[in-house]
Nanobody, 118 residues
Framework: QVQLVESGGGLVQPGGSLRLSCAASGSIFSIYAMGWFRQVPGKQRELVAAITNGDTTAYAGSVKGRFTISRDNAAKNTVYLQMNSLKSEDTAVYYC???????????WGQGTQVTVSS
């Protein structure tokens, strides 16, 4: 089992920045990739960014160039999402997730609210 705890959400003005953190614990040796998802009421949860244990990254088109996913180089059990040039449409609950190789995302954090508003 893997436990994920997110932090760093909040209220920010359009154009501002936030950094989300996700700390993993438990069987972290089994993790192949970690990702950040977001969800707004009435819509499906969408993958925003992902990073593998080989540091390969991927981004949704809507955030490419504005968001950066990274991992703690020393501990390797913390993943960050640096969000710059935030827009109102980035408002959502953001979830950290992890998966083992050949599996779908199966471990989830509790979510953290990000609100972009003036």
């Amino acid at each position: 089992q893997v436990q994920l705890v997110e932090s760093g959400g909040g209220l920010v003005q359009p154009g501002g920045s936030l950094r989300l953190s996700c700390a993993a614990s438990g069987s972290i040796f089994s993790i192949y990739a970690m990702g950040w998802f977001r969800q707004v009421p009435g819509k499906q949860r969408e993958l925003v960014a992902a990073i593998t244990n080989g540091d390969t990254t991927a981004y949704a088109g809507s955030v490419k160039g504005r968001f950066t996913i990274s991992r703690d180089n020393a501990a390797k059990n913390t993943v960050y999402l640096q969000m710059n040039s935030l827009k109102s449409e980035d408002t959502a609950v953001y979830y950290c997730s992890a998966r083992r190789i050949r599996n779908d995302y199966e471990y989830w954090g509790q979510g953290t609210q990000v609100t972009v508003s003036s």
